[in-house]
């Protein structure tokens, strides 16, 4: 049996330092103006799929790496490099995931390469699953989608909120309840393809932080897909409605499914983000000078770095343990995968947070990134499961009681 170790191997460190190069030379000199613009920035996204970093490519090769570390590398150079920008690039992967982990092969090789679209012509995914009436309760989702047997048809009706690239992806994944009486377990998803009548984009937000993502509602209505857009197939759908039925498990449900896989991943963004702004919060009290000696010679300051960097340490350490759980098949005993993405993210927060407050009042203007990375951090406790969520989901795991 190998030894333990925490040291990453060549390949690994060759494909962090390959993204942060990217992050460091084409995201970090746009990262303001795509701030300012709110815009989507198709050039940066066509440019990483030039040189192979957004791709299905780059994700299957992630995935393929055994300790479950490179998609955290990956997601926390890209971050580091710039959140908006990082978010155009990384948001297609919530559909991915989704369409992985529902999936038939045949869906993955159909629909994934349409996510993603190709260098010339690069495309988005998105992932519609919180509504406006349903976001931690997922059971009170209202999409709902029907069955006719006699086209083969499923017809989706409903309005999914925040949705990542939603109204302007190529490919939308959507959760929708199929039955429901029986709440979360009588859920599904579907792929609905590209140019479907009946989907609608909404008005894109305009948001505190990741600005150069676009987020916006998504309205179904009357929306017709074929029986094959069913992620899993109908089959396998009408077995687990029975066994839930029948009161039985049936594993975790559409939506779960896709935040359980992407958790540490989400974490390793956040880690990204108060990476960068510890760096520049550090650099910069080697360099200000007051009273005549490096703010850093204070001990008020130097003691902050030093919370920002163990905290930051932790985190990771938290974010690679669910990643490698996750990858080799550990089960999440004791809500690993949730610790991970709630720790990383309160970080963040708190990591920015004390950079603004290093830099003083040069850390509240935008002559400075640090007040962009501590708009930008704020979101990680709140999407993909909230931090209360989070402390939800580990309570239950180590209490085995339904906490409330």
């Not at 050039?43 to 040189?51: D, G, R, V």
């Not at 984009?201 to 990741?210: E, M, Q």
Request: charged share 25%; glycine share 10%.
């Amino acid at each position: 049996m190998a030894g333990f170790s925490l040291q990453l191997t060549d390949e690994q460190i060759q494909l962090r330092d390959w993204v942060h190069g990217f992050a460091r030379d084409v995201m970090r000199p746009a990262a303001a103006e795509w701030d300012e613009r709110e815009e989507t920035p198709w050039p940066i996204i066509q440019e990483a799929a030039k040189i192979g970093l957004y791709g299905f490519d780059i994700l299957a090769n992630a995935h393929a790496d055994e300790t479950g570390l490179s998609l955290c590398l990956i997601n926390e150079e890209l971050f580091w490099g710039d959140a908006g920008l990082a978010m155009a690039i990384m948001g297609t992967s919530l559909a991915v995931a989704a369409i992985f982990g529902s999936g038939t092969p045949e869906q993955l090789f159909e629909w994934v390469p349409q996510c993603f679209g190709d260098a010339t012509d690069p495309k988005v995914a998105a992932f519609c699953s919180t509504e406006p009436a349903a976001g931690s309760d997922v059971a009170s989702m209202r999409t709902r989608a029907v069955y006719d047997e006699a086209t083969d048809t499923w017809v989706l009706n409903g309005q999914k909120a925040f949705a990542t690239n939603g109204g302007i992806a190529n490919v939308h994944v959507v959760t929708a309840s199929v039955d429901p009486e029986l709440g979360a377990r009588g859920q599904a998803a579907f792929v609905i393809p590209p140019g479907t009548p009946g989907l609608v984009g909404g008005k894109k937000y305009r948001k505190l932080g990741l600005r150069a993502s676009h987020t916006a509602d998504v309205y179904l209505d009357d929306v017709k897909v074929p029986g094959s857009c069913l992620l899993g197939g109908r089959e396998r759908l009408l077995e687990r409605l029975d066994r839930a039925r029948r009161g039985e498990r049936t594993g975790q449900q559409a939506s779960m499914r896709t935040f359980e896989l992407t958790r540490p991943g989400v974490g390793a963004q956040a880690l990204g983000i108060g990476r960068a702004a510890y760096e520049y919060a550090l650099d910069y009290a080697r360099e200000r000078v007051q009273f005549g000696r490096p703010i850093i010679d204070n001990q008020a300051v130097a003691f902050a770095l030093a919370d920002m960097r163990m905290e930051l340490d932790a985190a990771r350490l938290l974010v690679w343990r669910a990643a490698w759980m996750g990858r080799t098949g550990q089960p999440f005993t004791a809500g690993e995968g949730s610790m991970s993405k709630l720790k990383a993210g309160e970080v963040a927060v708190a990591v920015t947070e004390k950079a603004v407050q290093i830099l003083g009042g040069a850390g509240y203007v935008r002559d400075h990134p640090v007040e962009r990375w501590y708009r930008d951090a704020k979101i990680y406790t709140i999407f993909e499961g909230t931090s209360e969520i989070q402390r939800l989901v580990v309570a239950r795991a180590i209490s085995g009681r339904h906490i409330t």
